[in-house]
């Protein structure tokens, strides 16, 4: 048997840090984002002998990092079936880039091992029990909405809860969607990092920190209405905002950063942020839809390496071939 299980990445566009703990548990988050059609494979066959090296082959992942998802549900001593499994994993970008490539793993992983065992997991307790792996198992210290964009998929907007990893998916109209995605331009700047240990510096929450945190999901609740009928404009003045607390609440932004966010700016680009933890890897643009060719076009003129994209509308999917 053969099951092929797939999970897409996410762009967020307002709230991140504040699903990150001791903040989010202690006052709640509220993140704003779009799963993206950069997505993680994972094929997972149960007829071989058994769980070894050679049977887990990512081609551009980390072998570790599976392995010990892996051992979470035991299927490296006990078999299925009186069958092991033999795994394979691809992505489709840049592992370590700030579209939560690990998450994305992670929830493409225990959906292929739902299915394998019909558990019949919901989607929420799938993005909880990653969330659970990589942060509290694995200890890669890191936010909560990674793992929910990944298994629902769509626009959301995901609060999350004081004193609770669940988090609870708004979902964005449709309609929107497009207009939104017409408006955004994804670009990778290089440099990839490992955002948890840039992460680590939310483990300590001051005031100073604190208060940053509350006016970055301020800014995100604000950004609500305006991203949920479309206008564009209101949404790049927030992201203007929400990027300059951002760079003060973390080591998020280098000399690298810099130069690429006003490199964006300089071609015509109404707003932009780097995704994820920072100091490398994907940063997305706004600019006026109806000259999106041409920023794209300057862009690419100043070496920035345009990624093509939409949005993922189906989040977790897995099937039996």
């Known amino acids: 048997m053969k099951i092929v299980s797939v999970a897409p990445t996410r762009i967020s566009l307002f709230g991140g840090g504040t699903d990150v703990d001791p903040y989010a548990g202690l006052y709640g988050g509220l993140c704003v984002n779009f799963s993206i059609n950069l997505r993680t494979t994972i094929i997972l066959f149960s007829e071989y002998d058994k769980i070894d090296k ?3 082959t990512p081609e ?12 979470e549900f035991n299927l490296n001593v006990h078999s299925i ?9 691809f992505f489709d970008g840049i592992i370590g880039a700030g579209l ?3 998450a994305s793993c992670t ?36 936010g909560k909405q990674d793992q929910y964009a990944c298994t629902y998929g769509n626009g959301n ?3 999350f809860c004081k004193k609770r990893e669940t988090g609870t998916p708004h979902f964005i109209p449709l309609k929107i969607h497009y207009k939104i995605l017409d408006s955004m331009a994804l670009f990778y700047i290089g440099h990839p990092r490992k955002s948890s240990e840039i992460q680590n510096n939310f483990k300590e ?4 920190k604190k208060e940053t945190l509350d006016k970055i999901k301020e800014i995100a609740i604000e950004s609500i209405v305006p991203i949920r009928t479309g206008k564009i404009d209101t949404v790049t003045d927030l992201m203007e905002q929400s990027w300059k607390l951002k760079k003060k609440s973390n080591a998020i932004s280098n000399q690298l950063v810099e130069t690429a966010y006003n490199t964006g700016i300089e071609c015509g680009a109404l707003a932009g942020k780097l995704l994820g933890a920072g100091q490398g890897g994907y940063m997305i643009f706004f600019c006026n839809r109806f000259k999106k060719k041409e920023f794209i ?19 977790l999917e897995t099937r039996i071939i």
């Open 60 to 71: 551009n992942g980390d072998l570790k990092f599976i392995e010990k998802i892996v051992k």
């Open 54 to 56: 050679k049977n887990i």
């Open 107 to 142: 929830v493409a992983l225990i959906g292929a091992i739902n299915k394998l065992r019909d558990t019949n997991f919901t989607k929420d307790v799938i993005a909880q029990l990653a969330y659970n792996i990589e942060v509290n198992k694995m200890k890669k210290h890191g």
């Open 297 to 315: 076009e300057k862009m690419t003129k100043r070496h920035m390496k345009h990624i093509d994209f939409s949005i993922d509308h189906n989040g």
């Open 157 to 159: 907007i995901f609060r």
């Open 205 to 208: 929450l001051d005031n100073k």
């Open 81 to 89: 079936n009186n069958n092991s499994i033999r795994i394979q994993s």
């Open 100 to 102: 939560g490539s690990s």
